[in-house]
């Protein structure tokens, strides 16, 4: 039965290819993906997925805390997401960018009083 890992800590410079041939010493490797963001540069972390559950289990015994391109890398069991509440977008923000504050305001805004203030006695 195929079993997924979860590969952590990796150099960002790792590729699909080299994690796929890193785990194959251990067995068939079904899938192994680099996680990217989506500029394309790697996050530091993937998934790889093996034929047998011996054959994962051999290479996360071997490979977990191992040094791999000048990184220790974590190898364990991927877990299933944990579902999560939907984002509550109300943190006090959205506003928007930058907010100019002074001039151009409304009767409470003491710039504007000044102004008309100013008008009033030209």
């Given at each position: 039965?195929?079993?997924?890992?979860?590969?952590?800590?990796?150099?960002?410079?790792?590729?699909?290819?080299e994690?796929?041939?890193?785990?194959?010493?251990?067995g068939?490797?079904?899938?192994?993906?680099?996680i990217?963001?989506p500029?394309?540069r790697?996050k530091?972390?993937?998934?790889?997925?093996?034929?047998?559950?011996?054959?994962?289990?051999?290479?996360?015994?071997?490979?977990n805390?191992?040094?791999?391109?000048?990184?220790?890398?974590?190898?364990?069991e991927?877990?299933?997401?944990?579902?999560?509440?939907?984002?509550?977008?109300?943190?006090?923000?959205?506003?928007?960018?930058?907010?100019?504050?002074?001039?151009?305001g409304?009767?409470?805004?003491l710039?504007?009083?000044?102004?008309?203030?100013?008008?009033?006695?030209?």
């Amino acid at each position: 039965m195929k079993k997924r890992m979860y590969v952590g800590n990796l150099n960002y410079a790792v590729t699909e290819k080299e994690l796929n041939e890193l785990f194959a010493e251990f067995g068939e490797v079904v899938d192994a993906k680099v996680i990217t963001r989506p500029d394309g540069r790697s996050k530091g972390f993937g998934f790889v997925e093996m034929a047998e559950e011996d054959q994962a289990a051999a290479a996360i015994e071997k490979l977990n805390q191992s040094e791999f391109m000048e990184r220790t890398m974590v190898v364990n069991e991927a877990r299933e997401m944990e579902k999560r509440p939907p984002r509550d977008n109300d943190n006090g923000g959205g506003r928007g960018g930058y907010r100019r504050r002074e001039g151009g305001g409304g009767s409470d805004d003491l710039n504007y009083k000044l102004r008309q203030l100013r008008r009033k006695f030209k």
